[in-house]
């Protein structure tokens, strides 16, 4: 069986046009599975704690003078527990507590009441997992108001993409490594001398660059070097 | 026995919360509910597989479904040192015959000596044809009662709880007593801007999504931003049917007033 690929921009945040209740006009979708870190407390003890979910979901133009307006609606529910053999265990999400935007990033985060009694590891997986596995999925819908987005593809300014393109890069597209949004640039045309150490994220290694000494796009110590990565950012050949 | 689940009460869903938002069609909306459902369906037999209906009521009256997605999860489960299972198998979105609410059917299942299915989480993604439900009314007081010409906007709005309840008679203990009127709300509302005229304040109130065809009792609490000149305060209807219906074809009622008095024993 055969199927076309949809060609999603990562992070996965769906965000749907709404035309109200005023003043939202998006409605937000965000669904994010992550680990509990939490000890456990020793046998017939149940550990409770807060625990913070952060999504790929950032407000476009988040200003951290402004509070968002937003209401929402989460859910969530065990995702992977175990393992454990001969023992008491629980294993709980018992509330969302809070969601709310990081004040300094604009980062939409999600509080849970959890808690849990960890049971036994089996003997069987002494050998393979060793720590408990606690998974917890979330799924919030949100209605914000966004501005409209000027031209461009991408839901929000891509302000570091932008300066390369300046210096005659070309947007290729961004991948995302523990939340973290790498943009792909391409810097130049020129014939690859060197190539990345370091690659994080969907590029192939046929599209890794290198770069002449002399290439006006490139600071002469980088190339010097035989190629690194450069704060979150890969160059990747056109 | 089935088990059946209030999305109003913390207690038996936690964090239940709803959005809704329009779509193209008039007359209908989509709406998300989500929330923590809290069975606590606990037994002693992992011998046997046992099977469980378990009914959310997500209080929110609707004329039809167009269209419907539902997801579900166990999100607090426990045993001891048995062998178990647990399952929300199967699910249905239903619409109360009497009261139009919708209604998030689960079909659970359990084993173990002993396990707890203690909650699941759920969410509701929703297209429905509905029409505002209401009802509406005004609260009245004097100034001799309370000073209220000075309040802020966020302080008007915490003058009242305003919520439209059904009634449950409770019996008399046995031996002896009385019993006792149990209000349970079903629907909250929302405070309008405050006026005055002469020495007479008032403020409007709206309930939306109050259930069909039910006996509702407009109930009134007094907010802490309502400083009452007297000990004693009391709240009275004084417009308005009590209780209330409200019916697929007469959807709203207005008029349903009170009045806040206040006095001092002496």
């Not at chain 1, 003043?23 to 979708?29: A, D, I, Q, R, S």
């Not at chain 2, 002993?114 to 909650?119: A, D, E, G």
Request: hydrophobic share 35%.
């Amino acid at each position: 069986m055969s199927c076309t690929p949809v060609n999603v921009f990562v992070p996965q945040v769906t965000r749907i046009p709404i035309t109200g209740p005023a003043p939202f006009n998006t409605l937000v979708c965000c669904c994010v599975v992550g680990s509990a870190p939490i000890p456990g407390a020793g046998i017939g003890y149940v550990t409770r704690a807060e625990v913070t979910m952060g999504t790929d979901f950032v407000l476009a133009d988040f200003d951290q003078r402004v509070p968002p307006v937003f209401q929402h609606s989460t859910a969530a529910w065990l995702a992977g527990i175990g393992p454990g053999e001969d023992d008491t265990w629980l294993y709980a999400v018992d509330n969302v507590s809070d969601t709310g935007f990081d004040p300094v990033t604009g980062q939409y985060f999600i509080n849970l009441d959890v808690g849990v009694m960890y049971p036994h590891i089996p003997s069987q997986f002494q050998g393979g997992i060793q720590f408990n596995i606690y998974y917890i999925s979330v799924c919030s819908y949100v209605l914000v108001h966004e501005p409209p987005k000027a031209g461009s593809p991408l839901p929000f300014p891509l302000r570091s993409a932008v300066r390369k393109q300046d210096h005659g890069g070309k947007l290729l597209g961004r991948a995302v490594n523990r939340g973290a949004v790498v943009p792909f640039v391409v810097p130049c045309n020129a014939p690859p001398t060197f190539q990345a150490t370091f690659v994080t994220g969907s590029a192939s290694s046929a599209q890794l660059n290198t770069c002449p000494s002399q290439c006006d796009c490139c600071r002469e110590s980088r190339c010097a070097r035989g190629g690194r990565r450069v704060g979150a950012e890969l160059f990747v050949r056109d | 026995m089935a088990i059946s689940l209030d999305s109003n009460d913390p207690g038996q869903v936690a964090s239940a919360s709803h959005i809704e938002f329009e779509t193209s069609q008039p007359g209908q909306r989509a709406l998300v509910f989500s929330g923590i459902a809290i069975p606590s369906w606990n037994l002693n037999d992992d011998n046997n597989i046992y099977h469980q209906t378990i009914t959310v009521n997500l209080r929110y009256p609707v004329i039809a479904v167009v269209n419907a997605s539902v997801s579900l999860g166990l999100a607090s489960i426990g045993n001891d040192d048995s062998a178990f299972l647990f399952a929300t198998d199967s699910d249905t979105l239903c619409i109360d015959n009497n009261s139009q609410e919708l209604m998030l059917q689960v079909d659970a299942a359990l084993s173990g000596d002993p396990s707890s299915l203690n909650r699941f989480g759920y969410q509701v993604v929703v297209v429905v044809t509905t029409q505002s439900t209401g009802i509406s009314g005004t609260i009245r007081f004097s100034k001799d009662v309370f000073d209220a010409s000075n309040l802020t906007e966020q302080q008007v709005q915490e003058l009242f709880l305003v919520s439209a309840d059904t009634l449950t008679v409770l019996p008399p203990p046995p031996g002896g007593g009385f019993g006792q009127n149990q209000y349970n709300p079903v629907a909250y509302g929302q405070l309008g801007g405050l006026t005055w005229s002469g020495d007479d304040f008032s403020v409007p109130y709206t309930i939306a999504g109050a259930p069909y065809n039910v006996e509702l009792y407009g109930i009134v609490q007094i907010g802490p931003a309502f400083k009452p000149s007297g000990q004693t305060t009391v709240v009275t209807q004084t417009g308005g049917p009590s209780p209330v219906g409200l019916k697929v074809n007469a959807p709203s009622v207005s008029g349903v007033d009170f009045r806040v008095t206040s006095y001092t024993v002496k």
